[in-house]
């Protein structure tokens, strides 16, 4: 019998099919064993050993693999033909010959499609493990670990409020912060265009000024309204004639069927789709055999595939739209480790496929792999330039015309930016001498614009442009930046958070080699020679290690106050820029003494005054400059004021020890704060009555954890500040029975989890991450263990909660403080 390993029960249902008798065909589940996330797990000092683990949740099906290994003859490594493919076929092969369950035939097979056709070859043609690949692996599964678990601990040492950091992810959540930066520093210029409407033989064009007065006219020529008034009105008096009338035929040629990246930039681009969910639709379209693998930084189809879409080309079309030879795409990667073929449909006959989301990506990729073989387009661009009889204005018209589509018909490739596209209208037929009649002239304002956030289509092309990370690494690095809260998305643009800012500044201040766009790129170089057999694995985390290892324990030697003092030097042009009057920036809004500066605490970094305690003015580290802070308290009536501290926007009435604080809540904008909010606000908590069974009052006020309601110890979760305003006796009474019916302790509703990690294997329970009032915490329900202070609750493995809960479980319970009582 042969047994064939695959990673996931869709593959293995299909393949197995294939096969037919003599073949047992099981799933892996993805890779069965990791570094545990553990000091340790990774030796430099005995050749960067690595130590393996089977993974908790895999324990299962690796002992039903182990089972059907013993009763095989051949072993057939069938996982996906790229580098974490080769890795997972190799750690099963560790695994089963450490228990002594290797067949004495091992054999590995790839295969880009999930049809009869690709899995029947790739069967004809087996090979051995690349060596080479998973040297390539084990070198970035090193690095990525000797960095995480390097860096982390000196962020959480270092940087209250940091939470850790990656080797890629850094250098990506760098170029959101830099971009941030640029925007914060631009400053706008205006500017003018002067623009005349003509109509020639009842069609209408629009001309543009390219010169005035003998000066050629730029974007940024025109800075004035006074000098646009003038262009305007000399235009206005003019008579224009056409001077010159230029066309030049063009042909636009297809671009090439999608990669890994092309694909999520054109789906983010198009349908609006996140990486990680454009990577989740195409796995599930390959593993239903719709398209071919979907890792790829290959360009080219294979000739079979090319033949059969110029097929289906001439008969979707006709045989104009099928260029004379087929069109071959070379790869502008400078070494494709991944699978060659590019992302395409396995049958081009079939042009819808699936439902919902994965309707709308199979029609994308079908539709990009058969125009990459379509006929180019032709295009025709017209220039007209009008000039009048004195010679002061000359005026320009452009326009172009399709004279065939060619793959335009089907496909047009999205763009990450509105162009100025002027070229679209179509001209009129001009010549020489001719005057067109003109029916207006306008002068329009304008101003310089910064440059636009990245979106995640734009983010994976700028990585991928400087050589950082690799087409199966892109939705990881853009998920992990987001669930570590070091980004957010507004209107689909990453916006860096206060903590990215933080990590991204410390990271350029004490690590600047190892979040350089250069280092980063060389280094994926590197690792790329590896795989290609030209770089030894271990001789290059040797020289890694070298200069990294000293340069972590110069920083971890450091005393927070030295680092924070280090940042604040480093962000001084950012925190506090110089003023247009040329006065001091670091000058104390409040005391108009005192020097700002930034301070670590215990919730994150923030600016504050150096006479304190005497002056207690502070403002958010993301405020950039303080521009964003009033300058000094807002004044709302009866006593109270806006003021900014360190945790934000919040009100006081009065002053000293008798002063009412209260935090504005996140979802009521300071601008939009009124003196009727204000005065609520400052007034919580409000009493919505007496409850009907006990006579106890209730009331509703905004907690730690948001808005609440409270009634005799029990407490109930808010949906919003208006809530807290609005809810009436029935709704507060309804929403209390609830709360308690749900049986938790927390405030509200059970509290929602930091993470779930799965069912402990001998009780069936579920294993959650939680957030406690002494600080996260895992539990089976039961049994409550503390994480230690080195472990990140988003981080946590089911495999090290069940044995930090098996631990606790093994101490007994806590004993209560107190001695014997004594005897009388």
């Known amino acids: ?87 997972i076929s190799w750690h099963l092969a560790e695994v089963l010959r450490a228990k002594k369950a290797l067949p004495a035939t091992v054999l590995r097979v ?10 029947t070859a790739a069967m004809a043609n087996p090979r051995e493990l690349d060596v080479d690949l998973v040297d390539a692996y084990r070198a970035r599964r090193a690095l990525d670990y000797l960095v995480g678990f390097t860096l982390s601990p000196i962020l959480w040492r270092k940087l209250p409020g940091a939470k850790s950091a990656g080797r890629v992810q850094s250098v990506a959540l760098r170029l959101i912060v830099d971009r941030e930066r640029e925007i914060e520093l631009f400053r706008p210029q205006e500017y003018w265009t002067v623009a005349a409407n003509f109509e020639a033989d009842g069609a209408s064009f629009t001309a543009r000024l390219v010169q005035f007065d003998g000066r050629k006219i730029e974007r940024l020529t025109i800075g004035t309204r006074a000098e646009a008034d003038a262009a305007r009105a000399a235009v206005e008096a003019g008579r224009f004639t056409v001077s010159s009338v230029e066309t030049k035929p063009f042909g636009r040629n297809p671009p090439p069927p999608f990669t890994t990246s092309t694909l999520q930039q054109e789906a983010a681009r198009k349908l609006g789709f996140a990486a990680s969910h454009t990577m989740r639709l195409a796995q599930s379209l390959y593993e239903d055999g719709l398209i071919t693998y979907m890792r ?108 065939f589509p060619g793959y335009l018909a089907l496909y047009e490739e999205g763009r990450d930016e509105k162009a100025d596209d002027e070229d679209g209208a179509r001209m009129p037929p001009l010549g020489n001498g001719d005057a067109p009649a003109k029916t207006g002239v306008e002068a329009t304002q304008h101003s310089t614009q910064p440059p636009p956030r990245y979106s995640e289509a734009s983010l994976v092309k700028r990585l991928e442009e400087l050589g950082i990370g690799r087409p199966s690494t892109y939705a990881s690095i853009l998920q992990t930046l987001k669930d570590r809260e070091y980004v957010r998305v507004d209107k689909a643009r990453f916006v860096p958070e206060e903590s990215g800012r933080l990590v991204t500044a410390f990271l ?65 042009p950012w925190l506090f820029p110089n003023k247009e009057d040329g006065s001091d920036p670091r000058l104390c809004p409040n005391c108009v003494n005192g020097q700002l500066a930034l301070r670590g605490g215990k919730f994150g970094a923030f600016v504050a005054c150096s006479n304190y ?82 006579g106890k009052p209730i009331t509703a006020s905004i907690g730690r954890y948001g808005p609440y309601l409270a009634h005799d110890g029990k407490y109930a979760k808010l949906a919003s500040t ?42 069936g329970k579920e294993i959650k991450v939680l957030a406690g009032r002494y600080g996260p915490y895992v539990s089976d329900g039961t049994t409550h263990a503390t994480l230690p202070k080195t472990a990140e609750p988003e981080s946590v493995t089911l495999d090290q909660a069940l044995e930090w809960i098996a631990e606790k479980a093994a101490k007994g319970p806590v004993k209560k403080k107190g001695g014997r009582p004594k005897r009388g």
């Open 722 to 763: 208006v809530e807290v305003f609005d809810t009436g006796m029935n709704a507060a009474v309804a929403k209390l029975a609830d709360a308690a019916a749900g049986g938790g302790r927390e405030r509200g509703a059970a509290r929602e989890p930091i993470a779930v990690l799965g069912a402990h294997p001998e009780s």
């Open 1 to 87: 019998m042969k047994l064939v390993v695959v990673e996931s029960p869709a593959k293995a249902k299909t393949i197995e099919k294939y096969l037919g008798p003599g073949h047992r065909v099981l799933a892996s589940y993805g890779h069965v064993r990791d570094l545990p996330p553990k000091d340790g797990s990774v030796n430099p000092d005995d050749g960067f050993a690595m130590e393996w683990a089977v993974s908790a949740d895999k324990s299962r099906q690796v002992k039903a693999i182990a089972d059907e290994a013993k009763k095989a003859d051949t072993l057939i490594l069938a996982t996906d033909p790229d580098r974490e493919g080769e890795a």
């Open 296 to 403: 790829t930084d290959g360009v080219d189809m294979a000739g079979e595939a090319i033949s059969a879409a110029r097929r289906a080309i001439t008969d979707r079309y006709d045989a104009g739209y099928v260029p004379d030879q087929p069109r071959r795409y070379t790869s502008k990667a400078k070494n494709a480790q991944e699978a060659h073929e590019a992302i395409r449909p396995t049958d081009f006959t079939r042009q819808r496929a699936a439902t919902g989301d994965h309707a709308r990506l199979y029609e994308l990729i079908f539709n990009r792999a058969l125009a990459s073989q379509m006929a180019s387009a032709r295009l025709e661009r017209t220039t007209v330039e009008l000039s009048d009889g004195t010679g002061r204005a000359v005026l320009r018209a452009t326009g172009q015309v399709v004279l």
């Open 613 to 694: 305690p005497e002056c207690r003015y502070t403002q958010k580290f993301g405020q950039g400059g303080g521009d964003q802070a009033p300058e000094g308290p807002v004044e709302f009536g009866d006593g109270i004021t806006l003021r900014t501290g360190r945790f934000g926007p919040y009100l006081q009435q009065g002053e000293g020890k008798e002063a009412k604080r209260a935090s504005v809540p996140k979802d009521v904008p300071t601008e939009e704060l009124t003196p009727d909010m204000a005065i609520k606000l400052i007034s919580l908590p409000r009493e919505v009555g007496a409850h009907p069974e006990t």
């Open 110 to 119: 790839a295969f880009n499609a999930i049809t009869k056709a690709a899995v």
């Open 508 to 572: 350029e201040r004490f690590f600047e080699k190892y979040v350089s766009f250069d280092y980063t790129a060389e280094l994926e170089e590197e690792l790329d020679d590896v795989s290609g057999g030209r770089l030894q694995w271990q001789k290059l985390l040797e020289e890694f290690w070298r200069d990294f290892q000293p340069k972590a324990g110069e920083v971890m030697d450091q005393k927070p106050s030295e680092v924070t003092a280090a940042l604040d030097e480093f962000l001084a």
